[in-house]
């Protein structure tokens, strides 16, 4: 579905943003991406339709060179959450705003009803239609600009730090949105530093430094490499730096939830 082929991207203040990055996401995947502050993270998302184009080698999306096409087309297919979800909004509804791409891609009325009713439904946002959308909290704000991609329905959904500013049950909905999503055979692209929410949803993580993959492999393993996250400015999730420490104590429970590890130390100390 994406393919990086040596990415090197250079802002136009001379900055090296990426350096030879090489990627391949199939259709169906979840992927995190993962890595310090400015590790090239949202710059790598942003090639994703085009808004960066590759400075040197080139990025396929379902076979077609970004450089060869329009953002409005790759749109279609790769929906981006900004980082910043006010930069997504400047409708004065918050009806408008989700309506917006759907009248640009030239659905018919009644399909745009339907689609932003549904998306205003799913996101908990109903009873804000009316509301301008720069009056919503934080949260709200990062809920909304889910919606109004979700509401097109894009083969690939990108997000970016979706967990900043979301309480812990909100947090939680978003776990199901994007498993329901990628049930329905989305392919889902997260940007995060929350590695208690990625742990969660244990999806393949690419990790990010300096403009670099420097790991690429399932959760299980990238999250239990603690030296090579604490190279990337990541603290491992809470569990695995349990479990690592009585690991070096010698009490390392085979497997490693908080029952399992509650159980064996509740035996130890009978
Ligand atoms: N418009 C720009 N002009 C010049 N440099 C930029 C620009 N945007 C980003 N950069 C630089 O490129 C690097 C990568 O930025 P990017 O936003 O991709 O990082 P990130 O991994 O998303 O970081 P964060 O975790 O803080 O969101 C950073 O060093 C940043 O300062
Ligand atoms: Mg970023």
């Known amino acids: 579905m994406i393919v990086f082929e040596n990415v090197e991207y250079v802002y136009p203040n001379g900055f090296k943003a990426l350096r030879g990055v090489n990627l391949e996401i199939e259709s169906g995947e979840i992927v995190a991406l993962m890595g310090e502050n400015g590790a090239g993270k949202t710059t790598l998302l942003k090639h994703l339709n085009g808004l960066l184009k590759p400075f040197s080698g080139r990025v396929l999306v379902d076979g077609v060179d970004t450089r060869r096409t329009t953002v409005a087309s790759l749109s279609r297919k790769v929906g981006i959450v900004f980082q910043n979800a006010e930069e997504m909004f400047f409708s004065p509804t918050i009806y408008e705003e989700i309506a917006f791409a759907l009248n640009n891609f030239r659905y018919p009325e009644d399909v745009i009803q339907k689609r932003v009713g549904w998306a205003l439904k799913f996101m908990e946002l109903e009873e804000y239609r009316d509301k ?138 009978k």
Not at 172 to 198: C, L, P
Not at 229 to 236: F, M, R, T, V
Not at 255 to 263: K, M, R, Y
């Open 132 to 269: 301008s959308p720069f009056l919503l909290s934080g949260g709200e704000k990062k809920r909304l600009a889910l919606a109004i991609i979700l509401a097109w329905s894009p083969e690939v959904v990108a997000l970016d730090e979706p967990t900043v500013g979301q309480d812990i049950l909100q947090k939680e909905k978003m776990i199901q949105i994007i498993r329901q999503a990628n049930q329905q055979g989305k392919t889902i692209i997260i940007s995060s530093h929350d590695v208690e929410f990625i742990a969660d949803i244990k999806p393949r993580i690419i990790l990010m430094s300096k403009g670099r993959i420097v790991k690429d492999g399932p959760a299980e393993e990238v999250l239990t490499d603690i030296p090579l996250l604490q190279e990337c400015s990541l603290l491992p999730p809470q569990i695995v730096s349990l479990t690592s420490r009585l690991d070096f104590l010698g009490i390392r429970p085979k497997l490693a939830g908080p029952e399992e590890i509650a159980v064996e130390i509740a035996r130890r100390l």
